[in-house]
């Protein structure tokens, strides 16, 4: 991860096998892939915990590297100078290259290791040319302990192909001490090797188990994130098709009263006569490409019947049919509402969004509230319309019908609203209940003006 934030990628290089390639080539190709893996680190050189949320955590590798260094660093150069003899410069830069690698680990251990790898390495090809004193050869136990921080790290850190090629060069450098001095060697190679390998398995599980556990919660926000877009694209799909319904309506009624136009009034010139005519026609030819339309909006393929939305006035259903359903609601209708729907004052969006949020509204009520006396109001005041949905605590005895929810109601409240250009709020009440209230703009009054209205309701195409 850089400063900036952005993840910076460590790929490691692939060869695809050619189908030519016989048991040599792969062997060639797999010890070409390790090679590479020995010398490019595959992580960014970032600590350990360099993402954690927590102070403590982000410096705590810092921390333990700097315990290392502190006690690996004159523990080395005492055993070296006591144990096995070696002169005090000798024993310091030994000590240096052993422990002072033990720095880098927070950041870089594959560098760490190919210092402290070499370093020990050297320091027992010094210790060769002492005399035999019987201690531990070819590595001291100093650098057995300090190597094994080494290959944790690098177990934390790395991919498993750079672990498998530590893991071999631990082994063979070890192999190849033992066949320069077998007299010498007395099982520390083989020691480091086979606990080496131990500690590598640890840290590329741990790792690798954290990897996933990354990736898993990668995967589950992704999920959440195109749960959260597809409810949105529903609602909105169903937000279509209800608007589609109404705009349909009001079309249709417009081809008729076109059409009836000449026969109600008389005295029409035929330029009057022609423009009506051709209203009417633009208004069918509109109709069938809205039906059309219609086709692909509904989810199930068909075109069905094209009739009015439900509004307010059909509030007062709704409420009983919930009261039916054993949820004790009532509602208050302001008598400006009333007024207002009366002289057609309500935009038929408005009126069917207000009845769209009672309803769903009252359906949140009975799914996680069940019993929960329920209040709505629906005033009009100061050119706005309010439709406010109280409900109070369940009763104890009740338990919901759902104790999750797939968020489609507040969704669709809120693309409602903001359709209309209201504003919605919603969230919880302190004694437990649940409040929304859904403010919708409604148009100033319009003076009365002489219109072409037909005598009785037209029904709708």
Do not use: K
């Amino acid at each position: 991860m850089t400063r900036d934030g952005t993840r910076r990628a460590y790929a490691e290089p692939t060869m695809s096998p050619s189908p030519a390639d016989g048991p040599r080539g792969a062997a060639r190709r797999e010890l070409r892939e390790l090679a590479h893996g020995l010398f490019h680190p595959s992580h960014p050189p970032t600590a350990l915990f360099a993402g954690s949320p927590r102070r403590w955590l982000r410096l705590l590798p810092y921390a333990v590297v700097l315990a290392l260094v502190g006690v690996f660093l004159p523990v080395t150069i005492q055993v070296l100078t006591g144990d096995y003899g070696v002169g005090g410069g000798v024993a310091g830069a030994l000590a240096v290259g052993q422990a002072a690698p033990l720095l880098m680990l927070a950041h870089h251990p594959l560098r760490a290791w190919w210092i402290v790898f070499t370093a020990d390495i050297v320091g027992a090809l010094v210790l060769l040319g002492r005399p035999d004193q019987g201690s531990i050869w070819p590595w001291t136990p100093p650098a057995v302990v300090g190597y094994l921080f080494v290959l944790l790290a690098l177990g934390l850190r790395e991919s498993r192909r750079t672990v498998i090629g530590v893991g071999l060069a631990t082994g063979a450098a070890g192999l190849l001490l033992h066949l320069i001095a077998p007299s010498r060697s007395d099982g520390g190679a083989l020691l480091l090797f086979v606990l080496g390998g131990v500690v590598l398995v640890i840290g590329a599980a741990v790792r690798e188990r954290s990897e996933a556990q990354r990736r898993l919660a990668e995967q589950e926000s992704i999920s959440e994130e195109e749960r959260a877009r597809r409810t949105l694209l529903e609602e909105r799909t169903r937000i279509a098709r209800e608007l589609h319904d109404v705009v349909a309506h009001h079309m249709s009624v417009i081809t008729v009263q076109a059409d009836s136009a000449p026969y109600r009034v008389g005295g029409l010139s035929e330029e009057a006569r022609a423009e009506f005519a051709s209203i009417a026609a633009g208004a069918r030819e509109s109709l069938a490409e809205m039906r059309r339309l219609l086709s692909v909006l509904r989810s199930d393929g068909s075109t069905g019947e094209l009739a009015p939305q439900p509004g307010l006035d059909r509030v007062q259903q709704l409420v009983e049919a919930t009261v039916r359903a054993g949820l004790p609601a009532e509602l208050s209708l302001a008598a400006e509402v009333v007024e207002v729907l009366e002289r057609g004052g309500v935009p038929q969006v408005v009126n069917l969004s207000a009845y769209r949020i009672v309803q769903e509204a009252l359906a949140n009520v009975v799914r996680h509230a069940p019993g929960a006396r329920t209040r709505v109001s629906v005033t009009a005041r100061d050119g706005r319309l309010t439709v406010l949905v109280v409900n109070g605590a369940p009763p104890e005895e009740g338990s919901p019908l759902e104790t999750s929810g797939t968020g489609h109601g507040l969704v669709g409240m809120r693309e409602r609203v903001r359709l209309t250009g209201g504003t919605l709020d919603t969230g919880p009440l302190p004694d437990g209940g649940f409040r929304v209230a859904a403010r919708l703009p409604l148009p100033p009054p319009q003076p009365p003006s002489a219109s072409l209205t037909p005598e009785e309701p037209w029904p709708s195409a």
